[in-house]
Nanobody, 127 residues
């Protein structure tokens, strides 16, 4: 098992930047692909980005491609989401997730019960 704790959310103006962190417990962090998802009020949770076990492969939703960067530090048991050029439509709760395979993180909402989830961190982008 792995426990996940997100941090780094907050209020930022449009065009600004934030870096989210997700710290994992345990010594098995490097055995999990990691992902970021977000959920706005009244909307379904959606995929944002994912990174492979070693960090050499990444995937992004079209809506954040070129603006967000996912990375991981296996020595620190932490995954990051650098968010630049933020837009009001990026406002949401952001959640990190872990799964044994990166393709599991790309499988859509039917896979969500199979993930380990953090509790989320709120990002609010003002116009």
């Amino acid at each position: 098992q792995v426990q996940l704790v997100e941090s780094g959310g907050g209020l930022v103006q449009a065009g600004g930047s934030l870096r989210l962190s997700c710290a994992a417990s345990g010594r098995t962090f490097s055995r999990y692909a990691m992902g970021w998802f977000r959920q706005a009020p009244g909307q379904e949770r959606e995929f944002v980005a994912a990174i492979s076990l070693s960090g050499d492969t990444t995937y992004y939703a079209d809506s954040v491609k070129g603006r967000f960067t996912i990375s991981r530090d296996n020595a620190k048991n932490t995954v990051y989401l650098q968010m630049n050029s933020l837009k009001p439509e990026d406002t949401a709760g952001y959640y990190c997730a872990a799964h044994s395979e990166i393709f599991g993180l790309l499988g859509g909402n039917s896979w969500y019960p199979k993930y380990y989830w953090g509790q989320g961190t709120q990002v609010t982008v003002s116009s």
